[in-house]
């Protein structure tokens, strides 16, 4: 015991310091003043009677870190110290531990800590599942989500939750985030963007610190990437990225993915990543039906300290149906404007705050198929009828493709349930309307400007 030191003095100079804590001092040579810094600003030689030898370090993490990162110069500076190579264990400094504040956190308090220092967002204190309307829509996502934030690394893993913008897949993310860390348990959640991955990477590289980089994503329990599908295109972050994800499932944490298509169709994605992705459950979130989007239209005036009429609620759901937020946004406008002119909400107001009617007031957002049939119908003077009925004659033929394309341009609804708008024609149909529609623009300069302009028009 005879050379074991006293616990490392709080900024007492080299002279002491070395003498008192010489394993410090050593290592204070042998890396960068920013590592020692970083690492080894607690380390002790503690116990050198048996073999190996103790040395302790702050806290767990530190001591993981540098047996892996720096035995060589952990060795190096004992064996200067001690005269000879000996074997080392690494150990919490007992005189470290606790952390003055940890005893009374609780482990929720615990990991909100770890994920604000480490998630590149803060989570949004709404987006849990008790905010969540669930329907058919989002039936199958949100029963996963919730599974995955009560057992981890069950059955679905990776989930990987996808659909158009605005239908609720960062909502789910969070919510995930939300439950698990007030479950009770310690855990290290990570919740981020792909593209925060991407640049996190690329600095790492550019700092030759992949290390701290490969680290910091592969020592969590749970690990959620929203809007993967920005991996598109980036080849080598989508190696480190698969490695990360093989190092993950392998020690059996949770993956959460979400993304705005399904694996198969993220534009370069490798094949041996998209497999991976579709290891677990590959959930899909659709725009809601008419009864969700009435549901969400109700709880979202009910949060905002509100309660819409029946008609209005039934007005607003028939209008816009194809994402949430634009139904959010809806109920913020008409709210807003209720209170602006000092009178209860009716449907006319419904009307002027989407932009709607005809009160000159256009502070429209929403662009539904029916607004896009209005507008394809009024220029080709055809009928909204004919868009839906059976008739194949070229003069039918091009608005529908016209409307088709334009639909699935400015809503987010699935090719199915544009189908669905046009008859109940199958999804190939508007794939087919779309890929004419593209060539055609591409081809023809006339036709495109015919195109844009009519998407102006109906956006207005
Ligand atoms: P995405 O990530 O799919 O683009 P978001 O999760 O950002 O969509 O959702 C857009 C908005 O709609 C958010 O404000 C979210 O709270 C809300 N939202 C989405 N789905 C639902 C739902 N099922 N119930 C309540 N609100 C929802
Ligand atoms: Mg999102």
């Known amino acids: 015991?005879?050379?074991?030191?006293?616990?490392?003095?709080?900024?007492?100079?080299?002279?002491?310091?070395?003498?008192?804590?010489?394993?410090?001092?050593?290592?204070?040579?042998?890396?960068?003043?920013?590592?020692?810094?970083?690492?080894?600003?607690?380390?002790r030689l503690a116990d050198t009677s048996g073999d190996p030898v103790e040395v302790t370090l702050g806290n767990e993490f530190l001591c993981e870190w540098v047996a892996r990162n720096y035995l060589d110069e952990v060795h190096e500076a004992v064996a200067e110290c001690l005269g000879e190579p000996r074997r080392v264990r690494f150990a919490v400094d007992p005189q470290a531990q606790p952390e003055p504040a940890q005893p009374q956190r609780d482990s929720g308090e615990r990991n909100r800590d770890y994920f604000m220092s480490n998630s590149d967002v803060g989570l949004n204190p709404r987006y849990t599942f008790d905010n969540f309307i669930v329907g058919p829509s989002n039936q199958l996502a949100h029963a996963a989500s919730s599974a995955v934030s009560e057992a981890l690394a069950g059955s679905y893993n990776p989930l990987f939750v996808h659909g158009s913008v605005g239908l609720g897949k960062t909502h789910l993310l969070q919510a995930i985030c939300h439950k698990a860390m007030s479950s009770g348990r310690s855990l290290k959640v990570?919740?981020?963007?792909?593209?925060?991955?991407?640049n996190q990477f690329i600095a790492s590289i550019e700092q030759g610190d992949l290390e701290r980089f490969r680290y910091r994503y592969r020592n969590v329990d749970m690990l959620l990437v929203d809007d993967i599908h920005l991996l598109a295109?980036?080849?080598?972050?989508?190696?480190?990225?698969?490695?990360?994800?093989?190092?993950?499932?392998?020690?059996?944490?949770?993956?959460?993915?979400?993304?705005?298509?399904?694996?198969?169709?993220?534009?370069?994605?490798?094949?041996?990543l998209s497999s991976r992705f579709k290891?677990?459950?590959?959930?899909?979130?659709?725009?809601?039906?008419?009864?969700?989007?009435?549901?969400?239209?109700?709880?979202?005036?009910?949060?905002?300290?509100?309660?819409?009429?029946?008609?209005?609620?039934?007005?607003?759901?028939?209008?816009?149906?194809?994402?949430?937020?634009?139904?959010e946004g809806a109920v913020t406008k008409v709210l807003g404007y209720a209170q602006l002119i000092g009178r209860p909400v009716d449907v006319a107001m419904a009307h002027d705050a989407l932009g709607t009617?005809?009160?000159?007031?256009?502070?429209?957002?929403?662009?539904?198929?029916?607004?896009?049939?209005?507008?394809?119908?009024?220029?080709?003077?055809?009928?909204?009828?004919?868009?839906?009925?059976?008739?194949r004659t070229q003069s039918i033929a091009l608005p529908r493709q016209v409307a088709m394309a334009l639909a699935r341009r400015l809503t987010g609804l699935s090719l199915e349930e544009i189908g669905g708008r046009f008859g109940g024609r199958d999804h190939s149909t508007v794939l087919y309307a779309v890929s004419r529609m593209k060539d055609r623009t591409e081809r023809d300069p006339s036709f495109r400007t015919l195109l844009n302009e009519l998407q102006e028009r109906a956006r207005r």
């Open 279 to 327: 290891w677990g459950l590959v959930a899909q979130v659709a725009a809601p039906r008419f009864e969700t989007r009435l549901a969400i239209l109700r709880r979202k005036a009910i949060d905002r300290g509100a309660e819409l009429p029946n008609d209005v609620l039934n007005f607003l759901a028939e209008h816009i149906d194809s994402n949430i937020r634009e139904l």
């Open 190 to 198: 990570l919740y981020l963007s792909s593209e925060t991955f991407v």
């Open 233 to 272: 295109h980036k080849e080598r972050t989508q190696e480190e990225f698969f490695h990360t994800f093989n190092a993950l499932h392998n020690a059996e944490r949770q993956i959460v993915l979400a993304s705005d298509s399904p694996p198969d169709e993220i534009p370069t994605l490798r094949d041996r």
């Open 1 to 43: 015991m005879s050379l074991a030191e006293s616990p490392a003095p709080q900024g007492g100079d080299g002279a002491t310091d070395a003498a008192r804590n010489p394993l410090r001092a050593c290592l204070q040579r042998l890396v960068t003043p920013r590592k020692f810094e970083l690492w080894f600003s607690t380390v």
């Open 357 to 391: 009617g005809d009160s000159g007031i256009s502070t429209r957002t929403v662009t539904g198929v029916e607004r896009i049939q209005e507008v394809v119908c009024e220029h080709f003077g055809v009928k909204i009828a004919d868009l839906q009925g059976r008739r």
